[in-house]
């Protein structure tokens, strides 16, 4: 993703939030939609990543040490979620 491609994002997501409530979540599909995407395509195919606003459109609930957690965008290996990066 070049700089110009993010600042266009943020440009579309700050116009969903003038078109919609503040807490609606229409403005993050796009930024973490297009964050996503592009984490995806720098990981491989190794690597599946889950996202609203990307491919299934879904969150991931990961599990913490006290309570689960949804998360906006999640990597994965082997269907299972990357918590530390070596």
Not at 50 to 61: A, D, Q, R, T, V
């Amino acid at each position: 993703m070049t700089n110009q491609e993010f600042l266009n994002c943020v440009l579309l997501s700050f116009r969903k939030f003038l078109e919609t409530h503040s807490r609606s979540n229409q403005k993050l599909l796009i930024l973490h939609g297009l964050i996503a995407k592009d984490i995806s395509e720098k990981l491989g195919e190794k690597y599946q990543v889950k996202s609203l606003g990307f491919e299934e459109s879904k969150e991931s609930k990961i599990e913490g040490r006290y309570l689960n957690k949804n998360v906006d965008i999640t990597i994965l290996k082997d269907d299972k979620p990357v918590q530390e990066l070596v």
